[in-house]
């Protein structure tokens, strides 16, 4: 690597290929993580060799990869590191997103205070508990609702919101005040597709309405729902067009596809093998390019309608968690406002012409141009990025910087691996949960849990593997950012509670 300003390094490589590193001295830069993005760089090889063997494989696209970018949560991932930026010409690679398509976040601003949330947070962990984790979520779906959201995302889902009148979660949606919030998530919620993903016929293999087990899931890892207040305002101006003000509660959402993400993109990845040049040898990280035009643009066809799916179920699936905690806030302290700000992903693939800008783990940060003719046309786009489990989030607006292809980070990254981590001594972990409050399946103050140490400790082990200590401090990380230009912060937030899968 070579330094070449304070925030920047480039990140040298045999194929000369354009490779930037956002970090100032204080970011630890894994090298794990490095030598993963190294492997990643022979993609280029990749597809030269199948060019080569097969002129046509590519439809007369000359494939490269044009230029990558590195978040300063840059961290080892499986087959591409967390927080990569990666832009190609004449092929997609869905593995260059990951399996949990559209993970991303969401935040809703509040008018309930900080001091009624505290007051009643016995009551609110007690429904929230039932709600989210003890058979109450109550969202029935007609396989028709279900086609809607896989096809055409939020916009569809909208369309047939009726029709199971206000059956369960159905009386908590508002659908005038929905619709005016699909201005608020990136590309109105919606990538748009003709048909569902051969893998995922068994999600509507029924008739008849069911409660579904998959959507309104926060999943595991260090997926989350957190109830936040606004800690500092950073950018007057940006706060006061954004509606938050100093002490606000807010909730920051973080979650993707979960269980249809993975067979949706192991579909994807199914077809990619099949068209793989069978004299060639498998790559070592098993990252596949998808030629876009050509004898296979049926199978790109069918890729990017698996992609699309996944997509569009992680934006419903978002949007289910928030009714879900709206629901158990209504009825423990009255119905009061929750605006939707901004719901994006970080895990997505974005076209323009023949090239394709594939984020893993890093999440769009456009500027004023980009923003034209949305309600951030103004300010830029909002960027959340959500500190470690009881640490500060932050919400920034994006400047549209083209070194980091208009991205930024989507977290701090991780400082060492779930194992290492789970090793944390038991008094660390102590001080940790005295400090902070946790919502998850596994209550251990439950008196039923009393002499079962087996489960409490796997609950222990889960918890430990996502608590600050395995995670780079975020202080660093978004200096970096906001010092490149990349991003301007507007807001410190800092966790009341956290709700865990």
């Keep these: 690597m070579k330094r070449v300003s304070a925030v920047e390094l480039n990140v040298e490589n045999e194929y000369d290929i354009p490779v930037t590193l956002f970090a100032n001295k204080d970011v630890k830069v894994e090298k794990a993580a490095?030598?993963?993005?190294?492997?990643?760089?022979?993609?280029?090889?990749?597809?030269?060799?199948?060019?080569?063997?097969?002129?046509?494989?590519?439809?007369?696209?000359?494939?490269?990869i044009e230029t990558v970018a590195v978040t300063p949560d840059f961290h080892k991932g499986s087959g591409i590191p967390i927080g990569t930026i990666l832009k190609t010409k004449g092929f997609l690679s869905p593995q260059a997103i990951g399996r949990d398509v559209n993970c991303g976040?969401?935040?809703?601003?509040?008018?309930?205070?900080?001091?009624?949330?505290?007051?009643?947070?016995?009551?609110?962990?007690?429904?929230?508990?039932?709600?989210?984790?003890?058979?109450?979520?109550?969202?029935?779906l007609h396989p028709i609702q279900k086609e809607a959201l896989l096809r055409e995302g939020l916009p569809g889902l909208s369309s047939v919101a009726e029709k199971l009148g206000d059956q369960g979660i159905w009386k908590h949606y508002r659908k005038d005040s929905e619709l005016i919030s699909l201005q608020h998530v990136s590309e109105n919620g919606q990538m748009l597709t003709a048909g569902i993903c051969e893998g995922l016929a068994n999600y509507l293999d029924h008739e008849e309405p069911r409660y579904d087990a998959q959507i309104g899931s926060i999943g595991g890892g260090n997926h989350f729902v957190e109830v936040q207040e606004v800690k500092e305002v950073l950018?007057?101006?940006?706060?006061?067009?954004?509606?938050?003000?100093?002490?606000?509660?807010?909730?920051?959402?973080?979650?993707?596809?979960?269980?249809?993400?993975?067979?949706?993109?192991?579909?994807?990845?199914?077809?990619?093998?099949?068209?793989?040049?069978?004299?060639?040898?498998?790559?070592?990280?098993?990252?596949?390019?998808?030629?876009?035009?050509?004898?296979?643009?049926?199978?790109?066809?069918?890729?990017?309608?698996?992609?699309?799916?996944?997509?569009?179920?992680?934006?419903?699936?978002?949007?289910?968690?928030?009714?879900?905690?709206?629901?158990?806030?209504?009825?423990?302290?009255?119905?009061?406002?929750?605006?939707?700000?901004?719901?994006?992903?970080?895990?997505?693939?974005?076209?323009?012409?023949?090239?394709?800008?594939?984020?893993?783990?890093?999440?769009s940060a456009r500027g004023l141009e980009a923003m034209a003719n949305t309600p951030f046309a103004w300010t830029g786009e909002p960027v959340l990025i959500?500190?470690?489990?009881?640490?500060?989030?932050?919400?920034?607006?994006?400047?549209?910087?083209?070194?980091?292809?208009?991205?930024?980070?989507?977290?701090?990254?991780?400082?060492?691996?779930?194992?290492?981590?789970?090793?944390?001594?038991?008094?660390e972990f102590k001080r940790f949960m005295q400090d902070f409050k946790i919502i998850s399946p596994i209550d251990p103050n439950d008196p039923t849990l009393r002499g079962r140490r087996d489960i409490l400790q796997k609950w222990e082990e889960h918890i430990k593997q996502e608590a600050p200590w395995a995670f780079k401090e975020i202080a660093p990380v978004i200096e970096t950012q906001t010092d490149a230009g990349l991003v301007g912060a507007v807001a410190e937030l800092e966790p009341i509670f956290t709700i865990k899968g």
């Design 105 to 140: 976040m969401r935040l809703m601003v509040t008018d309930w205070t900080l001091d009624e949330v505290k007051r009643s947070l016995p009551l609110l962990e007690k429904r929230i508990r039932h709600v989210f984790f003890q058979g109450a979520r109550e969202i029935p």
């Design 34 to 64: 490095l030598q993963e993005l190294d492997a990643l760089l022979d993609l280029q090889d990749t597809v030269e060799q199948i060019d080569h063997l097969d002129p046509d494989f590519f439809g007369g696209i000359k494939p490269q």
């Design 235 to 363: 950018d007057t101006s940006t706060a006061y067009a954004w509606g938050l003000k100093k002490g606000a509660v807010v909730v920051m959402i973080h979650t993707g596809s979960v269980s249809i993400g993975y067979p949706a993109s192991g579909y994807a990845e199914m077809l990619l093998k099949q068209i793989y040049p069978k004299a060639l040898q498998l790559p070592k990280n098993g990252i596949l390019p998808m030629p876009i035009a050509g004898k296979y643009a049926g199978a790109f066809a069918q890729v990017q309608e698996a992609i699309a799916n996944a997509a569009n179920f992680a934006y419903g699936n978002r949007l289910f968690l928030s009714m879900m905690l709206r629901k158990v806030f209504e009825e423990v302290l009255g119905d009061r406002a929750f605006d939707l700000l901004w719901d994006s992903g970080h895990n997505l693939v974005w076209r323009d012409g023949d090239s394709f800008t594939h984020r893993k783990g890093a999440t």
């Design 386 to 427: 959500p500190g470690s489990m009881g640490g500060a989030s932050f919400i920034l607006r994006g400047n549209g910087d083209a070194r980091s292809m208009s991205s930024a980070s989507h977290g701090a990254g991780r400082a060492m691996s779930r194992g290492h981590a789970m090793r944390a001594s038991d008094e």
